[in-house]
């Protein structure tokens, strides 16, 4: 039988009857916009986290976008962030009008290096987004002490970390503000497009919300321009029958995770993205980097087995940021990386048999090689 890359029919299914009352209680209510499911998303979020504010944006890539936005960053300011993440984080520091600065990666855990970082900061530099990539968390606390020693902003750019832990610390608690992504496909899922900004700055919280609602406190009162990037209320509702689950549903993907960890530990060709020890990971994906990768990729297809490259092109090596001057000889480890990697099936309800059937395709596909 095939084997998925993930399958969102088999979580809904076991919450289906939760999910539907939601959702009719919105129609009953005809709350659409706003209203006690955003409210309560966020106080469920804040209290989850372990920060003060909590803002619900349109999407992840909202959520970064409004953040860079609210700082009011001068022409020529310049923010840093991997080379190595999917493309709305660079993206979204190019829509706030400046210019996006890339820093390459550790070469173990693919997380942005911070003595790279540290060696990209200038005059220019107004923050840095740290990518918490494929379900662990950067190492936050050199980048924090970076920020505090340069005067800047740090942001977690944790669409993929939620439930994820930093030295016993929650991700999205650890930088001056965190952004978060409930895309279908993510651990705490939406059904559509969704995101949040979590932060303890009562101003920069203030400052998202403004933004998010076409720059106004009240009806017609505009104090800046904004624009529309509202989480609206059927998402909300969803997302609180879902949230309970969350701890339960990251402990089985830390589990299958252990179980991939245990099969490839006589591999030495398959090596899985490094945890670091002071991370607690979620494994939104569980990556493995592979001899003759795409030859992989086919292989496993061609046997019915779900599978993906994240991220077939560096963010520096992007067509839209050749302006910038980076070439392929620029942050080595993420143009390795991303000729490498590659996503096996992971989601909570992932059978063993169906990873019994990954792993003996993988071990048949270096048995080839």
């Known amino acids: ?65 409004l953040l860079l936005q609210a700082l009011e960053m001068p022409s020529g300011s310049e923010v840093i962030t991997t080379a190595f993440s999917f493309f709305a984080t660079a993206g979204a520091i190019a829509n706030a009008g400046v210019k996006p600065v890339f820093a390459d990666v550790d070469p173990d855990t693919l997380n942005i290096d911070p003595a790279q970082v540290e060696a990209c900061i200038t005059e220019n530099t107004r923050a840095i987004i740290a990518v918490n990539l494929y379900g662990q ?70 400052r998202v919300a403004l933004l998010r609602a076409h720059g106004a406190d009240d009806t017609y009162h505009h104090r800046i321009v904004g624009a529309n990037s509202r989480l609206d209320a059927l998402q909300a509702a969803v997302l609180r029958v879902k949230f309970p689950y969350l701890d339960q549903w990251n402990e089985a993907r830390r ?11 006589d591999m030495p060709e398959v090596r899985p993205v490094a945890c670091a020890e002071c991370n607690q990971h979620v494994y939104h994906q569980y990556v493995v980097r592979l001899p003759r990768r795409d030859d992989a990729r086919q292989f496993l297809s061609e046997r019915g087995i779900g599978c993906a490259v994240f991220y077939p092109i560096p963010l520096h090596c992007q067509e839209c940021f050749e302006h910038l001057g980076y070439t392929g000889r620029d942050c080595p480890n993420a143009v390795r990386a991303a000729k490498e990697v590659l996503a096996l099936p992971m989601f909570p309800e992932l059978t063993q048999s169906e990873q019994d059937e990954v792993i003996v395709a993988i071990r048949d596909h270096v048995a080839s090689v």
């Open 1 to 65: 039988m095939p084997v998925p890359m993930i399958d969102l029919r088999r979580q809904y299914e076991q919450i289906r009857p939760e999910v539907e009352a939601a959702v009719a209680e919105v129609f009953e209510t005809q709350w659409f916009v706003g209203g006690p499911n955003l409210s309560g998303l966020e106080a469920d979020m804040t209290q989850y986290v372990g920060v003060a504010h909590a803002v619900g944006v349109a999407s992840g890539t909202d959520a970064l976008l």
């Open 137 to 206: 968390c950067a190492d936050l606390d050199p980048l924090m002490d970076l920020a505090n020693k340069h005067g800047l902003h740090l942001f977690e750019d944790a669409a993929q970390s939620l439930g994820a832990r930093y030295k016993d610390r929650s991700s999205c608690s650890i930088g001056h503000a965190a952004a978060i992504s409930f895309y279908p496909t993510k651990n705490l899922g939406a059904a559509g497009d969704a995101g949040m900004v979590v932060t303890n700055d009562a101003q920069l919280a203030q």
């Open 255 to 265: 589990e299958r995770a252990a179980y991939y960890d245990d099969a490839f530990a």
